[in-house]
């Protein structure tokens, strides 16, 4: 009877394992194909026309300029025969033009050159493209980006001291192939030089906007200058609802409601806002903390309440990353909170140890002037990664069963912790009927 029971039981296991193999391989043939669909055209229609006579007009879809603190692309540009461009600007503290979009693997865009052209009727040469040859994660996604140097005589051009001026990008050897007149401004608010934030945060978020103010209220205390948010939703009511934080200089909200390619995720997008916010503040801030509307991090010595007290020990060398592990946090399911509650009131169990570190839930505070190129959990090309102590530095502390996005995610919530709800106290204080908090 226990060899029948064992020997149906990895029957049923070898089938499972071959139905996943199956999935696997037609979704691989999937993209496969329509990979190949694009690669096939593009050469089709170079032999059949010619390198100097392809008309690229009729298959463009152009972004137009939203106007916050800055300028950003309402949509991607997206051209036959062109790279996906999701963001340009102008970087003066390295005098050039900047794109940053996203590849696909077998595009060869970093053997590419394109020419930059100028309202003064300058032009100029990119410079060599770096290539993203790192594939990690469970979805494979692949970053771009392009700079152009200002030619000599635009510094001292109008168009130089404007804060918006048009830049178009075309290929070098397809000469009509080209991103006409791009909007384009500075890659913050104003052209003069700005002393650096210590920190800032970016994250993107798609019709969260009840779960901003306890967010933001927290790393407003725990030492954030500023919050990027790339907003993601076509809605565009995130401005109104944080007005009081846009007003008081602390938040920005850019509208980032891109398109992703059909075959791909709506990480595609996520991960050209985080490449965005990391080519434009390279001049603007010392550290970026990349993390999500579920993730807050904590200050492990209540001496040090600052995340700028801890970061302040990594100034020195080529340090690209400093990883932080996540911790899940949950509820006990026979408790019950008033809805009124925030997460952290709400939350007030965790996991007995820390997620295993590169499992998919680490996040990074980021040395922008050392990363190149970043995806999510880590730099893809750049300098080196540190990891912190969760015990007696920072740790991720992850309401992810909090999040309607996650809904049905759980761990094992074994040891409770208020130390959150203590740092909650210091800054909204406590329910009038929740006694627990009161006596932190």
């Excluded at 900047?98 to 309202?119: A, D, H, K, L, M």
């Excluded at 469970?138 to 980006?145: E, G, M, N, S």
Aim: charged fraction near 25%; include cysteine; glycine fraction near 4%.
């Amino acid at each position: 009877m226990f060899s029948y029971k064992r020997r149906n039981s990895l029957q049923r296991f070898a089938k499972l394992l071959i139905f996943i193999s199956c999935v696997v391989t037609w979704i691989l043939w999937d993209n496969s194909a329509i990979v190949y669909q694009q690669v096939r055209k593009l050469i089709s229609t170079e032999r059949r026309h010619g390198v100097d006579s392809v008309d690229v007009t009729s298959n463009c879809k152009t972004g137009t300029i939203e106007r916050y603190t800055s300028c950003f692309l309402k949509n991607r540009l997206q051209c036959d025969h062109m790279p996906i461009i999701h963001s340009v600007f102008a970087d003066y503290d390295d005098d050039q033009v900047v794109f940053v979009g996203i590849t696909y693997r077998g595009e060869n865009w970093s053997e590419q050159s394109f020419i930059c052209e100028f309202p003064n009727g300058d032009k100029t040469t990119t410079d060599p493209i770096v290539k993203d040859a790192r594939s990690f994660g469970a979805t494979p996604q692949y970053i771009l980006v392009i700079t152009c140097p200002f030619p000599d005589q635009f510094s001292s051009s109008s168009s130089y001291h404007q804060q918006m001026f048009n830049v178009s990008l075309r290929r070098n050897i397809f000469p009509t192939a080209a991103y006409i007149n791009i909007p384009i401004c500075s890659s913050h608010k104003t052209l003069t030089k700005k002393e650096k934030h210590p920190l800032i945060l970016c994250t993107m978020a798609k019709n969260m906007d009840r779960f901003f103010p306890t967010w933001l209220d927290y790393y407003r205390h725990v030492g954030v200058n500023h919050v990027y948010i790339y907003d993601n939703s076509k809605r565009e009511s995130l401005p109104n609802v944080l007005k009081t934080y846009i007003d008081n200089d602390f938040v920005s909200v850019i509208p980032w409601s891109h398109d992703h390619t059909p075959w791909k995720t709506y990480l595609e997008v996520q991960i050209a806002h985080e490449n965005d916010c990391v080519w434009r503040n390279k001049h603007r801030s010392e550290w970026i903390l990349k993390v999500d509307l579920d993730e807050f991090v904590q200050p492990m010595n209540p001496d040090k309440p600052l995340l700028t007290d801890y970061i302040a020990n990594y100034t020195s060398g080529n340090i690209a990353c400093l990883q932080m592990q996540s911790w899940f946090f949950g509820r006990k399911k026979h408790e019950k909170f008033l809805h009124l509650n925030t997460t952290i009131e709400a939350n007030r169990w965790r996991a007995s140890n820390p997620d295993p570190l590169n499992m998919g839930h680490d996040k990074c505070i980021i040395r922008p002037k050392n990363v190149h190129y970043f995806k999510i959990h880590g730099v893809k090309l750049g300098g080196e990664t540190l990891t912190l102590d969760p015990l007696n530095e920072v740790r991720l502390t992850h309401y992810r069963s909090s999040n309607p996005l996650h809904y049905g995610f759980s761990r094992r919530y074994e040891v409770k912790d208020l130390s959150m709800l203590k740092i909650w106290k210091q800054i909204r204080g406590c329910d009038i009927r929740d006694e627990e908090c009161k006596h932190l």
